[in-house]
């Protein structure tokens, strides 16, 4: 069976990256137009396309697809042991009726990802949602994340 969605990795093999960096700076633009600058940058602004790019290109990251069309991004920085932090975005292009089948497939791929040994990579993801962001707190909740705090 095929999901819905897809998690794509963006990744250098072989000093070649999945994406341009000219697609990361759109998605950038996206972020920016689409007014969630503010809180998916909560904690660490970022204010150029350029930075952003350093920043995906320092972290762990994929962009989330649904019928070829990039609906979200995901990715992963201050690494300690199995733990992350997590940084979300979902974009308009989502319809509203998948946003929880969407988190809750992107957590259950990256909480279930393996190494070549065949143990799990990551035993938490951590990430700080300002609680005056209602609704965001709540699609967490929804998603199957925890409040911490």
């Not at 660490?44 to 962009?63: M, P, Q, R, T, Y």
């Not at 809750?104 to 070549?116: A, D, H, S």
Request: aromatic share 14%.
């Amino acid at each position: 069976m095929n999901p819905k969605f897809r998690l794509i990795p963006y990744l250098e093999w072989d000093g070649i990256r999945s994406f341009p960096d000219s697609y990361i700076k759109d998605l950038f633009e996206r972020i920016e137009v689409e007014g969630h600058a503010d809180t998916v940058f909560y904690e660490e602004k970022i204010h150029s396309a350029d930075g952003f790019v350093k920043v995906l290109k320092d972290a762990v990251a994929w962009i989330v697809v649904q019928d070829e069309i990039a609906v979200g991004l995901v990715w992963l920085d201050r690494h300690e042991g199995r733990f992350a932090r997590m940084h979300w975005v979902v974009f308009e292009a989502c319809p509203r009726r998948d946003l929880i089948e969407l988190g809750r497939f992107t957590y259950n791929e990256i909480l279930n990802m393996k190494n070549n040994a065949g143990e799990y990579i990551y035993d938490m993801l951590l990430g700080y949602t300002p609680i005056r962001n209602k609704s965001a707190v709540k699609f967490v909740m929804r998603c199957g994340g925890q409040l911490c705090g």
